[in-house]
């Protein structure tokens, strides 16, 4: 499939260009319905967002120079990949003193070759930054 960039006339997506939109298991927009899902043909992972699609919503925001947004959607498309829980252990590692400078590194070190999620590692390596000038880390 041709990939297509987004402009700030497809917002919303959902309505200017719905037959852009598909699942991460491949389901188009218009399968998920109320039906489908009584029937039992749509599952709960059949109605996560994609990375395609926050990719687009990325763009759209671009073309409205949001770009702080822009940045957020993108990183969320790299979490896709990364189980709930994994999510989760590491937020907690990120709060305020409960992580080492060397814990988190490694957190960055997992997004990049485990999740291939460059941009939530660059993300972490920036926190470590400035979790050190503040002495927000765990000392050991």
């Known amino acids: 499939m041709e990939k297509?960039?987004?402009s700030p006339q497809d917002y919303p997506l959902a309505t200017k260009s719905p037959q852009h939109i598909k699942t991460p298991t491949g389901k188009k927009l218009e399968d998920i319905t109320l039906e489908n899902v009584l029937n039992g043909e749509i599952k709960p992972e059949d109605v996560r967002i994609s990375p395609e699609t926050l990719e687009m919503q990325a763009e759209i925001a671009e073309g409205m120079n949001r770009d702080a947004i822009a940045r957020n959607f993108r990183r969320a498309a790299e979490l896709i990949n990364v189980p709930d829980d994994r999510?989760?252990?590491?937020?907690?590692a990120?709060?305020?003193?409960r992580s080492t400078r060397e814990e988190l590194l490694l957190i960055a070190k997992e997004f990049e070759?485990?999740?291939?999620a460059k941009v939530n590692a660059d993300?972490?390596?920036e926190a470590v930054e400035v979790y050190g000038k503040r002495e927000k880390l765990r000392k050991e």
Request: net charge positive.
């Open 4 to 6: 297509i960039k987004m």
């Open 113 to 116: 070759e485990v999740y291939n």
């Open 123 to 125: 993300f972490i390596r």
């Open 87 to 92: 999510i989760l252990e590491i937020y907690n």
């Open 94 to 97: 990120l709060r305020p003193y």
